[in-house]
């Protein structure tokens, strides 16, 4: 065989792509990449299809945290069919490492627990770097007010550190695009409309605060969540709350053993819900899981509020 000539080489080193090492924030830390991670793992559904919506998924060597609580749908069936579950519920610091994984994906109760054994700190000395998704900040520390800004902030975080920036960037772009165009066509009220999200649970109801991505997709479809100055993510309340506060729209997450359909039925055969102006008139919007967090599908699901708010 010849040999390339010496021309070619200098060709192909100056055509050669380098990685000069990045650094991004996360939460109250930064971290710096020396080279791409080449052996990742994402937790939960919505963070690992912002891994595959960047072409990540070579770069992977499994997920965890789908199957314990969710069921995926055929869009992520395919997206991860090459790739194993490593753990159906939160994965043991054991998982990782016994993956021989470079780096986790996570968030505060995506995946981590404050104090629990699977953390940045734990799972440094063992060579795994952790980026922590943008929305669960507020578990360990102050952040602002949710908004559409933390998903884009995460798909431009993991483009730097897997050396995807470029592609990271049209694809946020193309997003802002996408909204900025529908909120400038869709009929909206004259006020904001008072919105509740319930996620589960009947002797209290777990939802979405001030720092919870719904909150902001609400706002977008020009709503208002009616827990806007609950200072939490997502988090429990009381029923008494959201009777006296009177949501005329109630969202419901569709995830898990009790179906969206049950959840609906509890809300429209407890009399203590009679008075609930949505209960009352019927109005309810099912959002996936996989749409009420952060994530890619966060613009078709704030598409499917407003058609919801505003149907005529």
């Known amino acids: 065989m010849k040999a ?17 090492g990045t650094t991004v924030e996360s ?39 789908i199957s314990g609580w969710k069921t995926l749908d055929e869009e992520m069936r395919a997206g991860v069919s090459e790739l194993p579950e ?48 943008t ?19 995460d798909l431009l975080n993991l ?10 960037q049209a694809l946020v772009e193309s997003y802002k695009a996408e909204l900025a165009t529908f909120e400038a066509t869709v009929s909206k009220g004259e006020t904001p409309l008072r919105v509740f999200v319930y996620d589960s649970g009947e002797d209290a109801p777990f939802t979405a605060g001030r720092y919870a991505m719904p909150t902001a997709m609400i706002e977008a479809a020009g709503g ?26 109630i969202v419901i997450v569709n995830y898990g053993d009790v179906t969206a359909e049950q959840k609906i039925d509890f809300l429209k055969s407890n009399p203590a819900f009679a008075d609930i102006d949505a209960v009352r008139n019927d109005r309810f919007v099912v959002l996936e899981y996989v749409e009420a967090t952060p994530g890619p599908r966060n613009i078709k699901a704030i598409k499917k509020l407003a058609a919801g708010f505003w149907p005529n």
């Open 4 to 20: 390339p000539s010496l021309a070619l080489l200098g060709l192909a080193f100056v055509a050669a792509p380098s990685f000069a």
């Open 27 to 65: 939460c109250n830390r930064s971290v710096t990449f020396d080279a791409p991670p080449k052996a990742a793992i994402s937790n939960d559904v919505n963070l690992t299809e912002m891994m595959l919506v960047l072409g990540l998924a070579d770069r992977m060597v499994g997920y965890t945290g």
């Open 86 to 133: 490593l753990s159906e519920k939160y994965p043991t610091k054991e998982v990782i490492i016994g993956a021989d994984a470079d780096f986790f994906f996570a968030g505060w109760n995506y995946g981590m627990k404050v104090g629990g054994e699977v953390t940045p700190e734990t799972l440094e000395p063992f060579g795994v770097k952790v980026y922590e998704l």
């Open 135 to 153: 929305e669960s900040c507020i578990h360990i520390g102050p952040k602002n007010k949710v908004s559409m800004q933390d998903m884009y902030n």
């Open 159 to 168: 483009g730097r550190i897997f050396d995807v920036e470029d592609k990271a």
């Open 224 to 249: 208002v969540n009616i827990m806007d100055d609950f200072e939490k993510s997502w988090a429990t309340v009381n029923w008494e709350a959201v009777v006296e506060r009177d949501p005329e729209l």
